[in-house]
Nanobody
Framework: QVQLVESGGGLVQPGGSLRLSCEASGFTLDFYAIGWFRQAPGKEREGVACISVGNDMTYYADSMKGRFTISRDNAKGTVYLQINDLKPEDTAVYYC????????????????????WGQGTQVTVSS
């Protein structure tokens, strides 16, 4: 059974940092591209970043470049999302998603939906 479990969210002050984790089970992470998405209250879900299979190429939504870094550790079965200089507008539920495909770069725009999703982790940025 394919499972993705996010963790690492929480309440953080503006300017702070968080590292979100997405732990995979029930499948071999090596063969899956993984992406991070987020959904803020009252807004549509948006793509944040994704990391490819094999060469670990990373892609970021244009509005996410600079403060977000995605990485993966296949040995640990985990994909990470480092978020720096957090802003109140980053407040959202962050989801990781997987697809057995080389890259999810075309999923970031929202026209394609990954097959597997985690339950999400809440990130709240507030002073």
């Amino acid at each position: 059974q394919v499972q993705l479990v996010e963790s690492g969210g929480g309440l953080v002050q503006p300017g702070g940092s968080l590292r979100l984790s997405c732990e995979a089970s029930g499948f071999t992470l090596d063969f899956y591209a993984i992406g991070w998405f987020r959904q803020a209250p009252g807004k549509e879900r948006e793509g944040v970043a994704c990391i490819s299979v094999g060469n670990d190429m990373t892609y970021y939504a244009d509005s996410m470049k600079g403060r977000f870094t995605i990485s993966r550790d296949n040995a640990k079965g985990t994909v990470y999302l480092q978020i720096n200089d957090l802003k109140p507008e980053d407040t959202a539920v962050y989801y990781c998603a997987g697809e057995r495909i080389a890259t999810m770069r075309y999923f970031l725009g929202g026209t394609l939906t990954p097959q597997y999703w985690g339950q999400g982790t809440q990130v709240t940025v507030s002073s």
